[in-house]
C-alpha cells in the first residue's frame, strides 16, 4: 500500500528558509517521478516542482524557480523541498504527490500525503 508522509512545515519569517520531507513507502520510489504541490485558503491545488526518476533535474512554477529546489535520496524512498527566500505568498499546506499504474484495474491511481503547514509570517 503506497504511503506519503510529509514532514519539515513550520512558521518562518520572510526571507527565511525551510526544508520538507516526503518519506515514500508501498512502491518502487526510484522509478517514479515525484511530485511536490501546494494548496493557500481559498485557492487551487498547484503543481509546485517535479522531479524524475532516479535522479533527474526538478522542474518548477515560475513562482518558485531560483527559490526552491526538490531532490530525492532513492536509497531512503526519500523527496526533499529545499525552500529559500520564502514569501508570505508561500504560505501553504505543502503535499507530496505519486501517480502509478495499477496493472489489475488497467487505470492511474494517484496517491497524497496528508500534507505539512508552511506559514511565511513577520
Known amino acids: 500500500q503506497v504511503h506519503l508522509v510529509e514532514s519539515g512545515g513550520g512558521l518562518v519569517q520572510p526571507g527565511g528558509s525551510l526544508r520538507l520531507s516526503c518519506a515514500a513507502s508501498?512502491?518502487?520510489?526510484?522509478?517514479?517521478?515525484m511530485h511536490w504541490y501546494r494548496q493557500a485558503p481559498s485557492k487551487e491545488r498547484e503543481l509546485v516542482a517535479t522531479i524524475p526518476p532516479p535522479d533527474g533535474n526538478g522542474n518548477y512554477a515560475d513562482s518558485v524557480k531560483g527559490r526552491f529546489t526538490i531532490s530525492r535520496d532513492n536509497a531512503r524512498n526519500t523527496m526533499y523541498l529545499q525552500m529559500s527566500a520564502l514569501k508570505p505568498e508561500d504560505t501553504a499546506v505543502y503535499y507530496c504527490?505519486?501517480?502509478?499504474?495499477?496493472?489489475?484495474?488497467?487505470?492511474?491511481?494517484?496517491?497524497w500525503g496528508q500534507g505539512t503547514q508552511v506559514t511565511v509570517s513577520s
Open positions: 504527490h505519486v501517480a502509478t499504474y495499477d496493472w489489475g484495474a488497467m487505470t492511474i491511481r494517484d496517491y
Open positions: 508501498g512502491f518502487t520510489f526510484s522509478r517514479s517521478t
